[in-house]
């Protein structure tokens, strides 16, 4: 399915809490004339990291089965699920991919989409498909934010998962957070009206930036008082896990589109 090579957007390494990159302060969701040097502010950095010798391969053999080139236009995604019309979920950020392959055979109706940039976490999900033979995943490898402006439908998608977004803790840094009023605009328009944007954090002061922001966008409503339940199909991660016993918090908040 995938003809060309890992994209621009690809990173070797998951971002951390600190950068060098001074890319121009402008919003999420402008036109990208330049793919090395994008407008908006990246969530993510690159940087070299570990790839075990089992996830190199199974980007050799599998990206192209499993994933689709990212490219500014918009993607027909019954053909990307093989002819399959379903629900489409979109998940930002997968990860390792875990939590993407749980809720995947949990919920055979549905397609997934999920994009994430780090080689290693691209190379762990295709290792989960491969292996448990799931059938209803595609991997963007590519920055989110162009994929959702230049290759999501107005009003198509069921919904968005973000789970545990980089938190970006140092304040000067804040302004690499995903969920920005901006792309949170840009997102609820893909969703379709009913669909749901669900995030989740174990970071209070992303939490409360979550629901800041996800409550000041109109097309959103709040399906709880403020944030929700972990809601039965969310796995708890092994980190989650961790975190809760050290006595974390998780905040999930799950948002509908209203019209
Ligand atoms: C802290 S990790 C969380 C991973 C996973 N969701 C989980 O719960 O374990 C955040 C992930 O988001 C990815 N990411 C950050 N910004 C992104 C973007 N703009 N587009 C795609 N992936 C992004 C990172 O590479 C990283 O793997």
New binding site residues.
Partial sequence: MNTQPPSA?A?DQ??ADDTTSSQAPEAHGEATADPAHPSHI???VHRRGHITQGQRDALERLLEQWSIAYTPRLLDVTAAFAGRAAPTIL??????G??TEKIALSRPGDNFLG????NA?VGSLLKRIEASAVPNIRIIQ????E?VRDMIAPDSLAGV???????WPKKRHHKRR?VQPPFIKLLASRLAPGGYLHC?TDWENYAQQMLEVLSAEPLLANTAKDYAPRPDYRPQ?K??TRGLRLGHGVWDLIFKRVA
């Fill in positions: 957007g990173a998951p971002p990246r969530s993510f998940e930002i950020g997968f990860g390792m875990e939590t994009v994430e940039v780090f976490g590519h920055d989110a934010v994929v998962h973000i789970y545990f977004p980089d938190p995903l989740a991660t980190f989650e």
